[in-house]
């Protein structure tokens, strides 16, 4: 082996870009992370950033634990990692530090404004308009949609305006608007991971 390390970044068209100022690509974390753990080993990220090293670590069969200090970065790695692993993957973890009821939203609110604001969108898939601290011009998020009602026989109606509590939020409901696949996309999408033979061998695979 070289006494280097030639890994390519992560270009703007590359599947893995998700458009987080600082992400690595995952070629490199996967080689630190093998060098310096075994499977069922736990891989601490103190800034995890848009979770590149949890998502190498859980697909390396790593336990794994990431810190950081914005909402906007948490619910960054959730999409990533239920784009990468599926629904099934939320299951597996645990996040400590977002509200989970009232109070905690309310004590977010007062103490730190813009975190309350990018919690409420990720809880709605939004994206947030301006990520730094700023002025937004009063639109803190936008959802976008194709309203297909038009071309159908029956038409589904949807409200103009629509107002959702913090406590609403936390019981699970969300904005009613016409869902298309792929249309909304809070953050992009993060490629799926490849099964692998000796990961799962009472599945057939092809011959390679």
């Known amino acids: 082996m070289k006494d280097w390390w030639e890994i390519p970044s992560v270009g703007s068209a ?19 992370i093998t060098a310096s753990s075994n499977e069922g080993d736990i891989v601490l990220d103190p800034f995890c950033g848009c979770g590149t090293t949890i998502a190498v670590a859980q697909r390396l069969k790593r336990r794994w634990m990431g810190i950081d200090i914005t909402c906007l970065a948490t619910a960054l790695i959730k999409h990533r990692l239920k784009d990468t692993f599926g629904e099934k993957i ?20 007062r103490e730190d404004p813009y975190q309350f604001q990018w919690w409420a969108l990720g809880l709605v898939d939004a994206r947030p308009v301006e990520q730094k601290k700023g002025a937004d011009k009063g639109i803190d998020g936008r ?5 297909e009602a038009e071309n159908k026989k029956t ?23 016409p869902h298309s696949e792929g249309v909304n996309v809070t953050f992009n999408k993060a490629p799926k991971a490849k099964a692998k033979k000796e990961d799962h061998p009472e599945l057939k695979y092809p011959e390679e």
């Open 90 to 109: 939320r299951k597996t973890y645990k996040v400590i530090g977002e509200p989970v009821w009232l109070p905690d939203a309310e004590t977010l609110d």
């Open 143 to 147: 959802l976008y949609f194709h309203d």
């Open 155 to 177: 038409k589904t109606k949807h409200a103009t305006m629509q107002i959702l509590t913090a406590e609403e939020l936390l019981s699970g409901k969300t904005v009613d608007y």
């Open 14 to 32: 590359d599947r893995q870009r998700l458009g987080y100022p600082t992400q690595k690509p995952e070629c490199l974390i996967e080689r630190v």
